[in-house]
Nanobody
Framework: QVQLVESGGGLVQAGGSLRLSCAASGLTFSTYAMGWFRQAPGKERAFVAAINSGGGTTDYADSVKGRFTVSRDNARKTVYLQMNSLKPEDTAVYYC????????????????WGQGTQVTISS
C-alpha cells in the first residue's frame, strides 16, 4: 500500500520559512518523480514544484521561483520543500505526489497523492 505523508506545515509570519517533508512508503521511491502542489480556499489545486526521480532536474511555478527549493533523499524515501520569504498568498494546503518513471512535470498527472499539510502565512 502506497502512502505519502506530508509534515512540517504550520502558521508563520510573512517573511518566515518552513520546510515541508513528504515521507513515502510502499513504493520504490527512487523510480518516482515527486511533485508538490497546493490548494488555497476557493481555488483549484496548483503546481508548486517538482523533482525527477534522480534529483537532477527540478521545476517550479513562477510564483515560487527563487523562494522555494525542492529536494529529495532517496535513501530516506523523503522529498522536501524548503519555503523561504513566505507571503500570505502562499497560504494553502500543500500536497506531495508521486509519478512512476515521470519527469519533473507541473501537470497533475501523478499516480499517488498525500493527504496534505496546512500552511498558513500571517501578514
Amino acid at each position: 500500500q502506497v502512502q505519502l505523508v506530508e509534515s512540517g506545515g504550520g502558521l508563520v509570519q510573512a517573511g518566515g520559512s518552513l520546510r515541508l517533508s513528504c515521507a513515502a512508503s510502499g513504493l520504490t521511491f527512487s523510480t518516482y518523480a515527486m511533485g508538490w502542489f497546493r490548494q488555497a480556499p476557493g481555488k483549484e489545486r496548483a503546481f508548486v514544484a517538482a523533482i525527477n526521480s534522480g534529483g537532477g532536474t527540478t521545476d517550479y511555478a513562477d510564483s515560487v521561483k527563487g523562494r522555494f527549493t525542492v529536494s529529495r533523499d532517496n535513501a530516506r524515501k523523503t522529498v522536501y520543500l524548503q519555503m523561504n520569504s513566505l507571503k500570505p498568498e502562499d497560504t494553502a494546503v500543500y500536497y506531495c505526489a508521486a509519478k512512476l518513471w515521470g519527469a519533473a512535470t507541473p501537470y497533475p498527472t501523478y499516480d499517488y497523492w498525500g493527504q496534505g499539510t496546512q500552511v498558513t502565512i500571517s501578514s
